[in-house]
């Protein structure tokens, strides 16, 4: 039995401590559900006390929790690596991708994008520790990458995202996170739009939180472990 009504309850009180001990407004963070292997019910039952924002990693599982919800009017992030003959499914069915890296994939969401729908909200992934074989853009790399994007139809450039390397101390997960926040103001200087900084998980949304994060991306908080 999953304790998901309990455990968003838990989640948004800590995110609300968190907030106010760097004296932010709890609700400039948004909790962003990651409802990747976990099952439809689960997401029922978080949407059912309001839970608006879910994500997910893989297309096929995610498409078809998008359909069964589509009465809901949820909306969903796109937050796994993703492929360039995957983007037409993205580009139709989720509001967010975060995970952009780079130029091909963001032209080819762009001209896939339904019009009708209106333009789809993209983050850039930034590879913050520069560890190699990992998905993201590196930090010299994201101004060039983010005027680019700024071009595209369809598309709107809303911030950056990083999942850094593990660090167990509270101390040391802040580190990472100031400096994908000091390449996202500097970012802001040119892009006056943007205003998302997609950073923070289960184990290091409070010190994601410090450095100003604005969506925290919450899996097995909430949801417990994950089915395999
Ligand atoms: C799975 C995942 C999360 C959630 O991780 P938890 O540790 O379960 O909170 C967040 N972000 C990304 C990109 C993920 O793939």
Same mark, same amino acid.
């Given at each position: 039995?999953?304790?998901?009504? *309990?455990?968003?309850?838990?989640?948004?009180?800590?995110?609300?401590?968190?907030?106010?001990?760097?004296?932010?407004?709890?609700?400039?963070?948004?909790?962003?559900?990651?409802?990747?292997?976990?099952?439809?019910?689960?997401?029922?039952?978080?949407?059912?006390?309001?839970?608006?924002?879910?994500? *997910?990693?893989?297309?096929?599982?995610?498409?078809?929790?998008?359909? *069964?919800?589509?009465?809901?009017?949820?909306?969903?992030?796109?937050?796994?690596?993703?492929?360039?003959?995957?983007t037409r499914?993205?580009a139709?069915?989720?509001?967010?991708?975060?995970?952009?890296?780079?130029?091909?994939?963001?032209?080819?969401?762009?001209a896939q994008r339904?019009?009708?729908?209106?333009?789809?909200?993209?983050?850039?992934?930034?590879?913050?520790?520069?560890?190699?074989?990992?998905?993201?853009?590196?930090?010299?790399?994201?101004?060039?990458?983010?005027?680019?994007?700024?071009?595209?139809?369809?598309?709107?450039?809303?911030?950056?995202?990083?999942?850094?390397?593990?660090?167990?101390?509270?101390?040391?997960?802040?580190?990472?996170?100031?400096?994908?926040?000091?390449?996202?103001?500097?970012?802001?200087?040119?892009?006056?739009?943007?205003?998302?900084?997609?950073?923070?998980?289960?184990?290091?949304?409070?010190?994601?939180?410090?450095?100003?994060?604005?969506?925290?991306?919450?899996?097995?908080?909430?949801?417990?472990?994950?089915?395999?």
């Amino acid at each position: 039995m999953i304790r998901v009504t *309990e455990n968003l309850k838990q989640v948004s009180d800590l995110l609300a401590i968190s907030s106010a001990a760097a004296a932010r407004d709890p609700a400039t963070v948004t909790l962003l559900a990651v409802s990747k292997k976990q099952p439809l019910d689960a997401i029922l039952e978080a949407a059912a006390t309001g839970q608006r924002d879910f994500g *997910e990693n893989f297309v096929q599982e995610a498409l078809a929790k998008i359909h *069964e919800t589509a009465d809901l009017d949820l909306t969903w992030h796109f937050i796994g690596h993703l492929q360039s003959n995957k983007t037409r499914d993205v580009a139709k069915n989720f509001d967010w991708v975060h995970t952009i890296d780079n130029l091909k994939t963001a032209r080819r969401l762009a001209a896939q994008r339904p019009a009708e729908l209106g333009p789809i909200n993209v983050c850039l992934q930034v590879n913050i520790d520069a560890e190699p074989g990992k998905s993201g853009v590196a930090p010299g790399d994201v101004a060039n990458l983010a005027a680019a994007c700024s071009d595209l139809p369809n598309l709107l450039l809303r911030g950056l995202m990083c999942l850094p390397a593990v660090r167990s101390a509270a101390d040391d997960q802040q580190e990472p996170f100031r400096r994908l926040r000091i390449l996202f103001e500097t970012l802001q200087q040119e892009h006056v739009n943007l205003d998302t900084l997609s950073m923070g998980m289960s184990g290091d949304y409070a010190a994601a939180i410090a450095e100003g994060a604005t969506i925290v991306r919450i899996g097995t908080a909430v949801f417990g472990e994950r089915q395999q």
